[in-house]
Every structure is written in structure tokens, then in C-alpha cells.
């Protein structure tokens, strides 16, 4: 793995990006607890990547038994801080058995865009590692590719306190990679740091054959945390999938 990739999620820029959107983990803790009522699961659950906690902490709330995993060292002790009865565990998400063993879990979430970063390969090592810790559920949350094409502007700010944030992004439509550029700086417009990386994103149908290949089946799709049934012009595609 690149140091240049692992190195971004270490980043204070990167961990406020994912602050900022703390209270968003309510809505997914909420919708996620519907979702164990439909299915009628348990409560043991797998965040995979677990970030900063923020979905795990308002699980952890209502009761649930959670288990996290992240490859940043500092999002891991972020998660520790935040969430008092989780336990949170450094590793790769494409090999979670080397984290987890043959442990499993009623539902397993990958939420907030979380594929992509590598190749399309390490994402079927992902999806394969999270069939393998799944006995309920698994739900993965990315953004579509078919609204961000379109709706994403190449060039936006945007105040990310206590930053100002230039993003740039460009799409290659050869291998649905987004090259994006986020430039920070302070209140006074000096700038003070940059991150740069690719994601790949994915349309519907392209993550639809990969979960089939693997043996997984389609439940749903949903347009984020809401019971909208996902549709083209939606940002965000929320798929539940079990593996039996
Ligand atoms: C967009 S954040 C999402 C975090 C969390 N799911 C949330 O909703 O807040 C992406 C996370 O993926 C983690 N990550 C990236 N590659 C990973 C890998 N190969 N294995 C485990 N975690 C990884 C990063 O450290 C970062 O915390």
C-alpha cells in the first residue's frame, strides 16, 4: 500500500472532514435500527471502515454490541475516545480475517463513500472480507457516480471551519477515477496544507455485478438513510445486501 494513500487519513484535514458530518451518524444509527427491526437481526455489529465513531458511537447508544475497524492509527484512537463500550481494532479491510478471525457479525456497515480508493480489484477484496464476517446483513453506502458526473462542480470552496477549503476535482471517464485537490487555508486565506487523491466511483449496476459475483444478494437499494428507493438522480446509493 502507497504511503501517500494511508498517509491522507492521518491527516487533522481529513479527520474535520469527517467531524463535520458527526451528526449525520444519528440519522444512520436510526435507520440502521429500523433496518435490524425489517430483518429481525441482532444487535452485534461490524463498522467497517469505522472512521472517527460516528456511527458506532449512536449505535453503542441504542444498544448495540460494536466492533470497528480502521486502518488509521488515529482514527482508531479517535474511536476509542468517542465510543466508551466499542472495541476498535487497527487493520486493512481487505483482509478483516486478520483482524477479526472468523468472527461474525448480524450486520456489517460500510457507509460514507468508503470504496474506491485503491483498485478495483482491493474492492472485491473488501466486499469478499465483508461477505466472510457477515451472518445478517451488510450495508454499503457510496455516492453515485451517474449524479456526481453531473453535479459535482470542478472547482468549489467551502467552509470547513476552522478551514477554508478549494477543492478541485476531475473525473477520468476511461476508469471512473475523480482526482481530487483540496486546498486548506486559514482564516486569514493563507494556505496551510493540500491533500490530493484518486476514488474510483461506481454506478449502480457496475457494484450490483460485483456483489452478485461474489455470492452476496440484493435486498434493497435506498437513496442514503432515507427509505427513498434509490433512483439515478439520487447522490448516494445505499445497498443492503445478505450473503444467504
Ligand atoms: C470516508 S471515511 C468513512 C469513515 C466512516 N465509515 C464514517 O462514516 O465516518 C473513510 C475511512 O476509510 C479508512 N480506510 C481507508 N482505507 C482503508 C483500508 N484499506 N482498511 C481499513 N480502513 C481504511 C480511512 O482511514 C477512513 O477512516
Redesign the pocket.
Known sequence: MSDIYFSI?ETDFYINE?LK?WEE?KKWAEWIDQLKKKYNLGNKVL??????G??SYFLSKIGYDITG????EK?ISLSKKNVEKGKFLR????SLKSVIGNEKFDIVI?????LG??SEEDDLQ?LDSIKNSTSGIAIINLDNRDYIIYNRPENYYAFVPPYLVENYSVFDPFSSRMKIKRIYKNQKGEVIGSLEYSQRYYSLHEIIAMLKKLGFKVLDVYSGHSWKKFDVTDPEMTIVVTAF
Open positions: 487519513f469527517i458530518v451518524g463498522d467497517v471502515p469505522c472512521g472517527v460516528r456511527v475497524v480502521d486502518i488509521s482514527m487493520g486493512d479491510m481487505r460500510n457507509i460514507f463513500n468508503s480508493f485503491l473488501i
